[in-house]
């Protein structure tokens, strides 16, 4: 079993606490929407890393600071901040999935996703991984990384298709629009949608029913559904990060990126 990297007491951009059988996992970066900086991805394995280990916590919910739930990747810190030097003879490379998303993906515990605001981007990713998902009535969704001239995470490849429909997940995808909480519940994204103000005490209150079942039964249960439903996410996750590593050296991507911070329709020329 993977150790945490980072200890509870050093988490800087992600709130950790359990109580009543349940941890909580809030991401705590309101001021950027709860953007995912390198720093925020490591806590955010990390917490689960944690919550895996914690014998107090049988079942485990993920949140994040209102207003937003998680508007993917903190684009400006990511585009803008150092780099590691590359050695000067470099090994072939071996892609992976994303430690964080296999983090969330192999806790045993059952998970659930308190969508509070704007699940966009890597933000959407995160609350497919999850085994249930609730709404605030201010979510939305969005898998929009097509308008950066990239392809999402394994949750969009493993995940949605089995949620919503392969159909649905192709025009997700394939337009990056972003749908509203009632539209999500609709197509089957999410399980329920709730007025703002009872999104919390009604994920607890599920979470609390699930926390006070066998934790031995629970783990098979979501063993059990994972490989009847969507198998092993590893495959697509590696094949998903080798394709991202070559998108991220395009001009598409570059453009998708300058759009972005120029607030700007993109154009892209397919190179």
Same mark, same amino acid.
């Given at each position: 079993?993977?150790?945490?990297?980072?200890?509870?007491?050093?988490?800087?951009?992600?709130?950790?606490?359990?109580?009543?059988?349940?941890? !909580?996992?809030?991401?705590?970066?309101? =001021?950027? %929407?709860?953007?995912?900086?390198?720093?925020? #991805?490591?806590?955010?394995?990390?917490?689960? %890393?944690?919550? !895996?280990?914690?014998?107090?916590?049988?079942?485990?919910?993920?949140? *994040?600071?209102?207003?937003?739930?998680?508007?993917? =990747?903190?684009?400006?810190?990511?585009? !803008?901040?150092?780099?590691?030097?590359?050695?000067?003879?470099?090994?072939?490379?071996? #892609? %992976?999935?994303?430690?964080?998303?296999? /983090?969330?993906?192999?806790?045993?515990?059952?998970?659930?996703?308190?969508?509070?605001?704007?699940?966009?981007?890597? *933000?959407?990713?995160? /609350? @497919?991984?999850?085994?249930? %998902?609730?709404?605030?009535?201010?979510?939305?969704?969005?898998?929009?990384?097509?308008?950066? $001239?990239?392809?999402?995470?394994? *949750? $969009?490849?493993?995940? +949605?298709?089995?949620?919503?429909?392969?159909?649905?997940?192709?025009? +997700?995808?394939?337009? *990056?629009?972003?749908?509203?909480? /009632?539209?999500?519940?609709?197509?089957?994204?999410?399980? #329920?949608? !709730?007025?703002?103000?009872?999104?919390?005490?009604?994920?607890?209150?599920?979470?609390?029913?699930?926390?006070?079942?066998?934790?031995? /039964?629970?783990?098979?249960?979501?063993?059990?559904?994972?490989?009847?439903?969507?198998?092993?996410?590893?495959?697509?996750?590696?094949?998903?990060?080798?394709?991202?590593?070559? @998108?991220?050296?395009? =001009?598409?991507?570059?453009?998708?990126?300058?759009?972005?911070?120029?607030?700007?329709?993109?154009?892209?020329?397919?190179?």
């Amino acid at each position: 079993m993977t150790r945490p990297a980072i200890a509870r007491e050093d988490f800087q951009c992600v709130l950790f606490r359990t109580a009543e059988g349940v941890a !909580t996992i809030t991401l705590n970066r309101p =001021e950027r %929407r709860n953007a995912l900086n390198r720093r925020a #991805y490591d806590e955010l394995e990390a917490a689960f %890393r944690h919550a !895996t280990l914690d014998a107090d916590a049988r079942c485990v919910v993920v949140t *994040g600071a209102d207003p937003a739930f998680c508007s993917g =990747e903190d684009v400006k810190e990511m585009m !803008t901040g150092e780099k590691p030097a590359a050695p000067a003879t470099s090994p072939p490379v071996e #892609y %992976r999935a994303t430690p964080a998303a296999m /983090a969330v993906i192999d806790c045993p515990k059952p998970v659930i996703a308190a969508v509070n605001g704007s699940a966009v981007g890597w *933000g959407m990713e995160l /609350a @497919l991984y999850a085994d249930i %998902r609730i709404a605030s009535e201010k979510a939305v969704f969005a898998e929009l990384f097509v308008k950066r $001239g990239l392809i999402c995470d394994v *949750g $969009g490849f493993w995940k +949605l298709p089995g949620l919503v429909g392969s159909a649905k997940a192709a025009e +997700l995808l394939f337009t *990056g629009d972003a749908i509203d909480a /009632a539209e999500a519940q609709r197509i089957g994204l999410v399980s #329920y949608v !709730t007025p703002h103000a009872d999104l919390m005490p009604k994920t607890m209150d599920l979470a609390g029913r699930i926390a006070a079942n066998s934790p031995l /039964a629970l783990a098979s249960l979501k063993d059990g559904l994972r490989r009847v439903t969507f198998g092993d996410p590893n495959e697509v996750g590696a094949w998903a990060i080798a394709n991202i590593h070559r @998108l991220f050296a395009t =001009e598409d991507h570059r453009e998708g990126v300058r759009s972005f911070l120029e607030k700007r329709p993109p154009v892209f020329h397919g190179r």
